[in-house]
């Protein structure tokens, strides 16, 4: 059994890895806000919890438990803080 779920998940991993290789932002790095105010944004609006804000492709990836406090990994425009796509955990 326990095999079965290790094989299951190997086989999602590069699924994800090319699902992040597709998310992009092009904003020049002197636009940017910092990501604290991200932060301060997304638990203004109702976020339970952001864990770890980091820079993937150009956007802020953000890690943390959303205004359902459900866990959430998505990606930000760094300029604009528009949400530009999200991981659906399966």
Same mark, same amino acid.
């Given at each position: 059994?326990?095999?079965? =779920? /290790? /094989? $299951?998940? /190997? $086989? @999602? $991993?590069? &699924?994800?890895?090319?699902? =992040?290789?597709?998310?992009?932002?092009?904003?020049?790095?002197?636009?940017?806000?910092?990501?604290? $105010? @991200?932060?301060?944004?997304?638990?203004?609006?109702?976020?339970?919890?952001?864990?770890?804000?980091?820079?993937?492709?150009?956007? !802020?990836?953000? !890690?943390?438990?959303?205004?359902?406090?459900?866990? &959430?990994?998505?990606? !930000?425009?760094?300029?604009?803080?528009? /949400?530009?796509?999200?991981?659906?955990?399966?």
């Amino acid at each position: 059994m326990k095999t079965r =779920h /290790l /094989l $299951a998940a /190997l $086989a @999602l $991993a590069p &699924a994800f890895a090319f699902a =992040h290789g597709d998310i992009k932002c092009d904003v020049p790095k002197a636009e940017w806000q910092p990501q604290t $105010a @991200l932060q301060a944004k997304l638990e203004k609006d109702g976020w339970k919890k952001v864990r770890k804000v980091k820079v993937e492709n150009g956007c !802020y990836e953000v !890690y943390g438990f959303d205004e359902n406090n459900k866990r &959430a990994e998505k990606f !930000y425009n760094p300029k604009t803080f528009e /949400l530009v796509n999200e991981v659906k955990k399966p």
